[in-house]
């Protein structure tokens, strides 16, 4: 198994995850029990991948994954490997396309 790195340059050649790259990736995309429906590229270059259900602030509900291991569930997920810091992919359903919208954490609006 190859080491998972969380802070890679960015923008990613090809426009595609590298390999090694890893994110926060939530449970029940990882097992395929829910389609990832939301990833999130925040402003320190962090990747989160999430179902856009479960609470992601259970600190349960998610680990650190290759985001290729997502990508081969999901080959739909790698549309979102140019999303810029500090923005959104969102999507109503597997088969609906990305959103693109602005994002920050909700603590960081108050």
Not at 18 to 25: H, N
Not at 54 to 73: G, L, N, R
Not at 75 to 86: D, F, H, I, Q
């Amino acid at each position: 198994m190859s080491k998972v790195i969380r802070d890679m340059p960015f923008p990613f050649p090809g426009g595609r995850f590298p390999p090694e790259l890893g994110a926060v990736v939530q449970r029940t995309v990882v097992s395929g029990e829910l389609p990832a429906l939301i990833v999130i590229h925040d402003d320190e270059n962090d990747w989160l991948i999430g179902d856009g259900i479960t609470d992601a602030s259970d600190p349960t509900a998610s680990i650190i994954k290759h985001i290729h291991h997502v990508v081969e569930m999901d080959p739909s997920v790698e549309e979102t490997a140019t999303l810029p810091c500090g923005y959104a992919a969102q999507r109503a359903s597997q088969s609906a396309p990305w959103v693109i919208t602005p994002w920050s954490y909700p603590d960081e609006d108050t």
